[in-house]
């Protein structure tokens, strides 16, 4: 009964709270028109970088070096540069060729969705090299919708530079996205030159029996 009768009194409490009549609430603020301006005009403001034109537009870059005195997990990135230019090739079963470490592009996107039909962008798209100073990633950025062909372009002529591409589920995801888009602009992909090693399928292969599953987050 006690417990019964403290139960009923917190109803009560509860029901005032709510029966009382609720203040209204302040108008919103004027809005400010300079807080509604474009990515582009302070993009540069958080982030080091350039704003890159090309004959059909402009986008925007970075460049991170990872200087090969670092280390990353157990390892120096000193040591990238020494890699055995037939490495690829026994990673991918022959499939990659043989070429010097320099060669290898390391390619990853950023989108707008998971489907790869011709709804989605690759706002950002980061290539990985290796280079004597290091490991360098360079960043391509498309502030808006009307970027896009400029991004593309910026990124076909990088790859020219490569001989092989390492992507992780880059097979299945990045490189058809990417394809998707250079199609769009009607222009031709740079990936037919390009020897793609997907380092999913090693990763398949070598912890299967250990790993439930070798997705990039495990």
């Known amino acids: 009964q006690q417990q019964l009768a403290a139960l009923r009194r917190r109803i009560r409490q ?46 925007f870059e970075t460049e991170k070096l990872y200087a090969r005195h670092r280390r990353h997990g157990s390892m120096d990135i000193s040591l990238l540069a020494e890699l055995p230019e037939d490495l690829l090739s026994a990673l991918s079963e022959g499939a990659a060729p043989t070429c010097a470490p320099s060669r290898w592009a390391f390619l990853d996107t950023e ?17 990985g090299r290796i280079t004597p ?36 589920n880059g097979k299945a995801y990045d490189q058809p996205l990417l394809e998707t888009r250079f199609r769009m602009l009607r222009r031709r992909p740079p990936f037919e030159r390009l020897a793609h090693l997907d380092l999913l399928a090693g990763a398949r292969r070598l912890w299967k029996l250990r790993l439930e599953s070798c997705r990039l987050v495990e």
């Open 14 to 59: 509860i029901d005032r709270k709510w029966a009382a009549p609720r203040p209204e609430p302040a108008p919103p603020p004027e809005p400010d028109p300079e807080s509604f301006a474009p990515l582009h005009h302070f993009v540069d403001e958080f982030m080091a970088g350039e704003v890159v034109e090309t004959p059909h537009g402009t986008h």
């Open 133 to 168: 100073e290091g490991f360098r990633v360079r960043q391509f950025f498309m502030r808006d919708f009307a970027e896009e062909a400029s991004l593309m372009h910026a990124l076909d002529q990088h790859l020219a530079q490569f001989d092989v591409l390492v992507t992780y």
């Open 111 to 127: 989108t707008t969705g998971l489907a790869t039909g011709s709804g989605t962008y690759a706002f950002l798209v980061g290539v």
